[in-house]
């Protein structure tokens, strides 16, 4: 008696978990995002920054174009040493090269700012993807545009995302595929 009653159950227990079908939804963080109080917010920090690293570049760029507008003055000039004008020439150079790598340290900082400032927004739009899936009862939430091919019953929940967040559409998206 009790291996039919096991047999029963091991017959109809998949049955019902093919009852409950997987329900799938897409979620364009690319739209999410920019639309984010704190990624503007983020977006005007490193603007400031770039601007400081551009105003600093410009006067290192203004002094080597000042250096060299009077090493070629020294070039002209009978009169001067040779190993003045190759100290002239040596003090360019060294110029030259503080300029590239004060471009690339900027170029560096600026990257590692981005991804500091950047880090907690994506947090904070995982946290409400997640919570998203969490009370709708999705079985997965993809990228849109992660997977191949997208049916007609995946249903885009970019919306239900963004009302977690409290951002308010600015821009009109293209159509995705929603859920009838």
């Given amino acids: 008696m009790i291996k ?3 047999l029963a159950l091991v017959m109809v227990l998949p049955l019902c978990a093919w009852a409950q079908s997987p329900k799938f939804g897409i979620v364009d963080v690319d739209n999410i995002i920019p639309q984010m109080p704190e990624f503007v917010e983020a977006q005007n920090k490193l603007s400031e920054a770039s601007k400081t690293y551009e105003s600093e ?13 009077e090493f070629q003055e020294l070039e002209k000039d009978a009169t001067t040493l040779q190993s003045i004008k190759e100290r002239r020439m040596q003090d360019i150079q060294e110029l030259d ?3 590239q790598q004060f471009a690339q340290t900027a170029q560096q900082d600026l990257q590692r700012q981005q991804a500091q400032l950047m880090q907690p927004i994506q ?5 409400a993807i997640k919570s998203v899936g969490s009370e ?6 993809f990228p849109l545009g ?24 600015q821009a009109p998206q293209a159509a995705a595929p929603q859920n009838p």
């Fill in 4 to 6: 039919k009653i096991l």
């Fill in 57 to 69: 570049y410009g006067k290192i760029n203004d002094e080597l174009q000042k250096k060299y507008a």
């Fill in 97 to 99: 090269k503080k300029a």
């Fill in 123 to 127: 947090e904070k739009v995982m946290t």
């Fill in 136 to 141: 709708n009862g999705f079985t997965m939430i």
């Fill in 146 to 169: 992660a997977a191949a091919y997208t049916a007609t019953d995946v249903q885009d929940v970019t919306p239900l995302v963004k009302a977690k967040l409290g951002v308010k559409d």
